[in-house]
């Protein structure tokens, strides 16, 4: 069964650091264009970041650029992502989805992607 699993949610203080992680089972994420994404609650699920292959350029949402960073470990069939200088209006829930798409510059909303995570929540507040 393929399948995706999202952790590394919780709280934080606004300016403070997460770093979450998706696992895959059932398929290898090297043949995989991945995404992050996310949803608050009332809002529409918006795209953070993604990561393309072969290679690993990465792309991000202007809202996120500088602060977020997206990287694989194919050895772990990992993908993680690194949040910095987080603030109040990051709250949301996270996901990771891929797409068996080979992209080496990939356009993060282009693709239909086929396997989402179950989500972890991201809390920044004081």
């Known amino acids: 069964q393929l399948q995706l699993v999202e952790s590394g949610g919780g709280l934080v203080q606004p300016g403070g650091s997460l770093r979450l992680s998706c696992t895959a089972s059932g398929f290898m994420l090297d043949s995989y264009t991945i995404g992050w994404f996310r949803q608050a609650p009332g809002k529409e699920r918006e795209v953070v970041s993604c990561?393309?292959?072969?290679?690993?350029?990465?792309n991000y949402a202007d809202f996120v650029r500088g602060r977020f960073t997206i990287s694989r470990d194919n050895a772990k069939n990992t993908i993680y992502l690194q949040m910095n200088r987080l603030t109040p209006e990051d709250t949301a829930v996270y996901y990771c989805a891929a797409v068996r798409e080979s992209s080496v510059n990939p356009i993060c909303v282009a693709y239909d992607y086929e396997y989402w995570g179950q989500g972890t929540q991201v809390t920044v507040s004081s």
């Open positions: 990561i393309g292959h072969p290679g690993e350029i990465t």
